[in-house]
């Protein structure tokens, strides 16, 4: 006879190959249509702030635990286009093609050809972590010794990180990586040629390296670290001019971070908190014309991340659990945000110039991620057609990637 403990796992076992998850399900909560993308157990959507699609909007690039695969948003059929475990950097925003690293070489594949072709080898110690608008350049980092944290570029060092490990393992390792201030710089590799050009030397972590949509020229880094201790957000131009600081503190604990581009290239939007943990707002600020935007969210409406629809007219969050940094009492949902601004009764005689524009947040609720763990964060983001909001999760078991449909199943919106 079996053990106790066998014989249920053998159960489990049997009732999921005999009684498998759904596929496809009207959320009773919300009543929008879920579907689930990918197939195999284990895939993963891009981090949030990265681009996963080609640019005819029909095929979006997901990592497997044997490659990297598109699915094909309109058929929902997936294709391997890689083999083997990759480092994803992003889908080229001209020509669809996957840029990805692989024992210090950098590749780029088509995905309608499956083509690879290598673009460059890295310099030592270095990273690349974004690809410019035009496809001319990559952007990395150099780090003058091993760092004590491998693959940082686009890891999540966000401050829901600092409140989960009650034991201090991650929160002292993010805190030690911090106090090395190791020599890092700044490179940017030109695709063509293969010249390197290395920028803005200093001590401090650099990290989360993304450029404009619409500017080749422009790329958007933080400064990593416990987030109340560092002025995250910056820009630089790649020839190393125009270094700009886009968020300062202005408070004890404040926070910034987990930033993004809206799709206009104009502006970059961030979760703030004024302090840590008491008061959440989305933020904005145009890089040209330095006009900034906050939008107010409840504490159960707070989200690891964030996005921005394609035209700029909606926002979504994926929630957060209870351990995190907002201590929601019910903040495990993906959101969909209609944003409002608070009217301005000023009146036209009282000078507003280099004000900020208050607005809030009438969040929606899209999907009950009740039985998601959060250590896998959902790094929810829009479909290029605007009508989807697609995430990944580990509600039933491994993760897969899911989409929700935005317009309810009974037609309301």
Same mark, same amino acid.
């Given at each position: 006879m079996l053990p106790a403990v066998c014989s249920f796992v053998l159960k489990a076992q049997?009732?999921?190959?005999?009684?498998?998850?759904?596929?496809?399900?009207?959320d009773p909560d919300t009543g929008h249509r879920v579907i689930q993308l990918s197939r195999e157990p284990g895939s993963q959507s891009l981090y949030f702030n990265l681009n996963a699609f080609t640019p005819d909007g029909q095929q979006m690039v997901i990592v497997t635990p044997t490659g990297v695969s598109t699915i094909n948003l309109r058929t929902r059929a997936i294709e391997k286009i890689v083999d083997g475990r990759v480092r994803i950097i992003m889908v080229g925003p001209k020509t669809g093609q996957v840029y990805y690293s692989r024992d210090g070489?950098?590749?780029?594949?088509?995905p309608a050809t499956k083509i690879t072709r290598e673009i460059a080898r890295l310099p030592p110690e270095g990273s690349v972590s974004a690809v410019n608008a035009d496809e001319t350049l990559l952007a990395g980092t150099i780090t003058g010794r091993s760092a004590a944290t491998t693959n940082e570029e686009n890891v999540d060092f966000g401050p829901n990180r600092l409140m989960t490990d009650r034991r201090g393992g991650r929160s002292k390792n993010i805190q030690d990586r911090f106090d090395q201030h190791l020599p890092m710089e700044l490179f940017f590799l030109n695709i063509r040629t293969g010249e390197i050009k290395k920028y803005n030397q200093c001590n401090d972590w650099l990290n989360h390296l993304v450029f404009s949509p619409t500017d080749p020229d422009r790329l958007?880094?933080?400064?990593?670290?416990?987030?109340?201790?560092?002025?995250?957000?910056?820009? /630089?131009?790649?020839? =190393?001019?125009?270094?700009t600081n886009i968020h300062q503190r202005t408070m004890v604990m404040e926070i910034a971070g987990h930033e993004f581009w809206g799709a206009d290239g104009q502006n970059i939007w961030y979760d703030l908190q004024t302090?840590?943990?008491?008061?959440?707002?989305l933020a904005g600020c145009n890089i040209t014309t330095g006009a900034r935007t906050r939008y107010h969210l409840q504490r159960d409406e707070w989200s690891v991340h964030y996005n921005v629809s394609p035209d700029g007219n909606l926002f979504c969050g994926d929630g957060g659990g209870a351990g995190m940094v907002a201590h929601a009492e019910s903040g495990k949902w993906i959101y969909l945000f209609h944003p409002?601004?608070?009217?301005?009764?000023?009146?036209?005689? /009282?000078?507003?110039? =280099?004000?900020?524009?208050?607005?809030?947040?009438?969040a929606e609720r899209l999907v009950n991620m009740s039985k998601h763990d959060y250590a896998?964060?959902?790094n929810a983001r829009f479909s290029p057609d605007g009508k989807w909001v697609i995430f990944r999760s580990n509600m039933s078991g491994r993760s897969q990637v899911y989409a929700v449909e935005m317009k309810r199943a009974d037609g309301k919106l």
């Open positions: 049997v009732d999921v190959a005999t009684n498998p998850p759904p596929t496809e399900w009207i070489m950098v590749y780029a594949t088509d958007m880094f933080c400064h990593e670290g416990p987030w109340h201790k560092v002025d995250r957000i910056w820009t /630089i131009h790649a020839d =190393g001019t125009g270094l302090p840590r943990g008491e008061d959440f707002w409002g601004f608070v009217p301005d009764t000023a009146g036209t005689h /009282i000078n507003e110039t =280099g004000l900020v524009r208050p607005g809030v947040f009438k896998l964060e959902p």
